[in-house]
């Protein structure tokens, strides 16, 4: 089940970048997981020696999505990254962004509410600021 739906995944992705183009749709935001941010500069998370093994088909799948998403240089994108951890709670407001690198608060986890993760989200839709740009957010 597992090669199924990453099969699924690149399939979806690639049929929403097609679809776009022949709408003309110019405009196209990815939400994928943590498992592609740098834990230390050129080394992805799903490469760190504490990753597990058996999460590695997914994490080459979010590759793969980074990846089209990335050369699909007629389209403006932005591509979001989750930090490891989103949970259930509060819209605060108080959170960072960053861009290719996982974000971690003081003692290393990397968390945010789903209400917090939006924030960013819905304002690069309503003010488009990172095109062609990965970003992620976390406390």
Partial sequence: PERENTQ????MTQMVIDAARKVGIK???VIGDSTTLEIRPGVMRM????????DLPGAYTHLD???RVRKATDLDWTFFSLPITVQWGERTGKFRVGGDALLTDSVGRSQISAADFAIPVMDEVEHPKAIHKRLTAAY
């Fill in 27 to 29: 405009r196209v935001i």
């Fill in 8 to 11: 699924e995944l690149k399939a």
């Fill in 47 to 54: 490469h760190d020696t504490y990753f597990h093994e058996w």
């Fill in 65 to 67: 999505v980074l990846e």
